[in-house]
């Protein structure tokens, strides 16, 4: 198999010495490019009035929905976390939407993406945990129950960075390719189901990361909740 089949990375679109421009890069700044104009047409005739335009009904169907979710999974005000875990699910799941237009290559499929998501995951926690309960209660968590987990905590942090990034590559990755093979052994109806299926395993991808991402944050983050609420209960 072509490496080509396996990873963006490797369709370079123009190269000078070192430096290359490859499918990744390119389709990457086209998903942003697409969220923010997307972003901007849709918000700049924000109304308050009864009767309001599908996009904007959209967008608020969206937002509410990633609200809630946080709320759910974190069991804490959704405001803090929403713009951090909305932009990683509208992102992902854009990238792997646009897999229905032809000659299209997901940066989702690339490990190098993947893998800066998850690292962004990876600061996004100890970020959120410090604004929340200051740095030395934060470092506490590394050891607890006692000292001796320390290096088992911070093993932890580590595996499951690189856990968000694979599972993520290797689903978006593993589902296109199934999806190319079958173009080319078998008639036109089947792919296009399982085109359909890759769509929606695509979203559900999306929605994965994000639940993970505010379950990670929320970890760093419920314990100063949950204190809090028991000294205010003591008052």
Avoid at 7 to 24: C, H, I, K, R
Avoid at 35 to 43: C, K
Avoid at 83 to 96: D, H
Avoid at 153 to 179: H, P, Q, W, Y
Wanted: net charge positive.
């Amino acid at each position: 198999m072509d490496i080509r089949d396996i990873s963006p990375d490797a369709v370079v679109y123009w190269q000078w010495g070192p430096f290359s421009l490859n499918a990744t890069i390119v389709f990457t700044w086209a998903v942003m490019a697409l969220l923010v104009i997307g972003s901007w047409l849709i918000t700049r005739r924000l109304t308050s009035e009864v009767k309001i335009s599908r996009w904007q009904n959209f967008l608020e169907m969206v937002v509410s929905f990633i609200r809630d979710e946080i709320r759910e999974a974190s069991q804490q005000d959704p405001g803090i976390y929403l713009t951090f875990i909305g932009t990683l699910f509208l992102f992902i799941g854009t990238c792997n939407f646009l897999t229905i237009v032809p000659w299209y290559e997901a940066p989702t499929a690339s490990l190098s993406t993947t893998a800066a998501l998850a690292i962004c995951v990876f600061i996004a926690v100890p970020v959120y945990g410090i604004r929340k309960r200051g740095l030395f209660g934060y470092l506490k968590l590394y050891f607890q129950p006692s000292i001796f987990m320390f290096p088992f905590n911070i093993m932890g942090e580590l595996s499951r960075t690189l856990a968000l990034a694979v599972r993520l590559f290797g689903n978006i990755m593993s589902g296109s390719k199934i999806v190319s093979i079958l173009l080319l052994i078998v008639p036109f109806l089947f792919p296009v189901v399982m085109q359909a299926l890759g769509l929606l395993t695509g979203m559900i991808q999306a929605y994965i990361f994000g639940i993970l991402a505010i379950v990670y944050i929320a970890s760093a983050t419920r314990a100063h909740q949950q204190q809090q609420a028991t000294y205010q209960q003591t008052e």
